[in-house]
């Protein structure tokens, strides 16, 4: 596309996010500022995550979008698209054949390996946000390793609720260190960020912070030894595959109520009812 | 003659605590011992110095000079003026507590009761929320709030209770040094009573050492054990408190006492 | 025991005036180079008329008075203490384990029950809560204090059974030294018997009593020796 660098972003600009990249790869968990661009989408549609996948991004990389597990919405085919324009590389929707995977939401079901990519695409960074408005005082927190608030807030859920409501965007502790907010992904999928295989790199745009969980780190979700952190369990398989281990979601089929339960992500359905494709 | 042995430490020794704010003086050469499980007052009118001194030692105010050597429960000791950040805060979390007048400014108002007892548990790695449950209603007992307002928030409280559950907040942890500033000062009379019953209480049983600073002579003879006098940024007497306020010495001190009202 | 035991008291050239600052900066002096001697299983009862500074010398004593100089020596354990020299610290524990003062006033604390009130030396002391209430409430009894009244705060009693209740609390941890300013002064005849018992006990088990009895029949009840300040002023160390 002519007019345009590799990736739409300048040099100059990747080299800065890539500078943040590896501070925020040598810190895991830290927020690392950084110098946000405009991007052609508005803030809150992931122009964080759009800046760090054109940053890392490459002539020979095969680059999968989703968005809430799907490749076929209209967000993740237009970031599809947007980077299929301006870089030329290989996309796809298979999870085991792409090498940088960007996502709004949701992790694969499909096990990642060492050498892929996964960018998230991150509304707010900062855990502690809803406790302590000022950024100088929440910057303190982290650097302290001031967290009892944190489980102050798990408290709060117990006490009201029974149990922890969060049901995504979970808070986790990441290398026995930083607390660390994972994205609205549901809690479903943070057992997946623990000894990932593949680098995460967290990106948020309007918030201008860049955050990493390299390979192989541990990545704990905060909770009460006596109320241990458990994930969503569904009494239905989904409809069309009949996986009983993936998130499903609760489709409305008609006006009379009448729903099912598929995989939310498309990409893993569809490779359990045509494997051989 | 032989003078009885000195063989503990003070828990706090301070020494030329001064603070200006440019040519203005808050404070001017403060020095005094605290020992364990002694309550000192700090008495005074407003601009007596008396606050400064409070916020230089817990932390809030930059000292301009001096010392405060405090003894810490692993038995070293530090200068609590010249300590970073870190370690000051992880101290003002754990062994250290401060009541301050308004509670509102010392609770979160956006948590429940149960949450703003529990949080310097969790902030030092308790981790069982059954536990940190039960410390909770046990403190909202000793702290005579009822039991079944643990899950209310703050909001829903009346001054004194406020109060009384700031106090809970902050003696959880056990801290062995409390400030307190003005404790009473934004309650209504009846209430304070109570709460300055309450704290007397606390302090006999838990063996606490706290500085108290308080314009109100009563308070100040119901918690103080010994007092300082404060004009002017400078202490101009100091003793027993019992016999600071009846046979005061210095012609302000005389002044002060000789002002409080009789009903 | 040696024949010639140190005194639990000794007091030399004892001096306190008060200074009126704002009243003229007018100075009043109370005692002159005072002397004056107590020893174990003694009660030496001054007998100056009211105004001379007998409460004075016993707050002076007390630590609650500051005099301007001379010497307040007072046996604390096996060793001396100066309470003119001494240091808050060293006060405080003088009071807590050797010296207490009964005024002829209680300070009343609102909300505090009249057995707390009675206990708290004891507590002060180290003794469980239970053991120090049982022993408050006993001594409470045969202060002929209701029993009904023993939960309540006295600030609603009348002054006969304030002044009991402030008895009571004098005498419970059994300190080596009482300073006893008008004890009786507001109690009637059978209670003022029962005080004079409580006194003649604690020096049978070798108190050492200094104090003030506005009432000549107590006064010949419990003295071993009756000093004036007047002597006192005048005798040599």
Request: aromatic share 6%; net charge neutral.
């Amino acid at each position: 596309m002519s007019g345009y660098n590799f990736a739409y972003l300048d040099e100059q600009t990747k080299r800065m996010i890539r500078r943040a990249i590896l501070k925020a790869v040598a810190i895991p968990g830290y927020q690392v500022p950084f110098g946000s661009r405009e991007m052609p989408l508005s803030y809150g549609w992931g122009t964080g995550g759009v800046q760090v996948t054109a940053s890392v991004i490459g002539p020979e990389d095969v680059l999968k979008v989703i968005d809430q597990g799907a490749d076929d919405t209209t967000n993740a085919v237009s970031i599809r698209q947007f980077f299929a324009r301006t870089t030329g590389v290989k996309t796809t929707t298979r999870t085991d054949r792409a090498t940088l995977i960007q996502t709004r939401h949701r992790i694969p079901e499909t096990p990642l390996r060492e050498g892929q990519i996964m960018v998230f695409q991150v509304p707010i960074p900062e855990p502690l946000r809803w406790l302590e408005p000022r950024e100088s005082e929440t910057r303190k927190i982290h650097a302290l390793e001031e967290y009892g608030a944190m489980h102050v807030r798990l408290y709060e859920d117990i006490t009201l609720h029974g149990r922890v409501a969060t049901a995504y965007d979970y808070p986790v502790r990441v290398n026995g260190r930083y607390v660390m907010r994972p994205s609205p992904i549901p809690k479903f999928d943070n057992p997946k960020l623990d000894r990932n295989p593949a680098l995460l790199l967290f990106g948020a745009g309007r918030e201008k912070r860049i955050y990493a969980v390299p390979s192989w780190t541990s990545v704990k979700s905060l909770d009460f030894k006596d109320h241990p952190f458990t994930i969503e369990k569904w009494e239905q398989s989904c409809a069309l595959c009949g996986a009983g281990d993936s998130f499903l979601d609760e489709v409305i089929v008609d006006d009379k109520g009448g729903r099912m339960f598929v995989c939310s992500d498309t990409d893993y359905c569809a490779r359990r009812r045509e494997p051989t494709r | 003659m032989t003078p009885m042995p000195m063989t503990q430490v003070p828990l706090l020794a301070v020494r030329g605590l001064t603070k200006r704010y440019g040519e203005r003086v808050g404070c001017l050469d403060v020095g005094f011992d605290l020992w364990s499980g002694e309550v000192l007052g700090l008495v005074g009118e407003s601009g007596s110095g008396k606050t400064s001194v409070l916020q230089c030692l817990a932390g809030r105010l930059e000292a301009t000079a001096g010392c405060a050597d405090f003894f810490q429960r692993d038995g070293t000791i530090v200068d609590i003026l010249r300590l970073p950040e870190a370690p000051r805060r992880r101290l003002a979390r754990t062994d250290w507590a401060m009541v301050q007048q308004n509670p509102r400014d010392g609770l979160r108002m956006g948590v429940t009761a149960g949450a703003n007892v529990g949080e310097r548990l969790m902030a030092v790695g308790e981790r069982h929320y059954g536990r940190i449950r039960r410390e909770a209603l046990d403190w909202l007992g000793q702290v005579e709030i009822p039991q079944d307002r643990i899950d209310d928030l703050p909001g829903t409280f009346s001054g004194g209770m406020l109060q009384r559950l700031q106090i809970a907040r902050c003696l959880v942890t056990r801290p062995r040094l409390v400030f307190m500033d003005e404790p009473t000062g934004a309650l209504d009379v009846s209430v304070q009573a109570r709460l300055l019953d309450l704290l007397r209480g606390l302090v006999a049983d838990l063996g606490l050492s706290a500085i108290v600073v308080t314009h109100d002579l009563a308070v100040a003879r119901l918690l103080a054990h010994r007092l300082l006098v404060m004009k002017d940024g400078e202490v101009i007497e100091s003793g027993l408190t019992d016999q600071v306020l009846d046979d005061p010495q210095h012609p302000y001190t005389q002044l002060l006492v000789s002002s409080v009202l009789q009903p | 025991m040696s024949e010639s035991a140190p005194p639990a008291i000794r007091i030399r050239r004892l001096a306190k005036s008060f200074t009126l600052h704002n009243q003229g900066g007018v100075t009043l002096p109370v005692l002159r180079r005072l002397s004056l001697r107590v020893d174990a299983g003694e009660c030496v009862v001054l007998t100056d008329p009211s105004g001379s500074g007998k409460s004075t010398l016993l707050r002076t004593i007390f630590g609650n008075y500051k005099p301007q100089g001379g010497e307040i020596l007072v046996r604390h354990g096996d060793r001396l203490v100066d309470v003119v020299s001494a240091e808050p610290r060293q006060i405080m524990d003088l009071r807590r384990r050797t010296m207490w003062y009964v005024s002829q006033f209680l300070r009343v604390i609102p909300r505090v029950p009249a057995v707390a009130v009675v206990a708290e030396p004891l507590r002060a002391l180290g003794v469980g809560r239970a053991d120090a209430i049982e022993r408050a409430r006993a001594i409470l009894g045969r202060l002929r204090i209701p029993e009904r009244l023993w939960e309540l705060s006295p600030v609603t009693f009348s002054g006969g059974e304030q002044q009991r209740v402030n008895v009571g609390r004098g005498f419970i941890a059994g300190h080596p030294i009482l300073l006893l300013d008008e004890p009786t002064a507001s109690l009637d005849a059978a209670s003022r018997a029962i005080v004079v018992q409580l006194i003649r006990e604690a020096r049978e088990s070798g108190t050492a009593l200094l104090g003030t009895f506005h009432d000549a029949d107590v006064r010949d009840m419990v003295a071993t020796r009756v000093v004036s300040l007047a002597e006192a002023e005048t005798e040599a160390a």
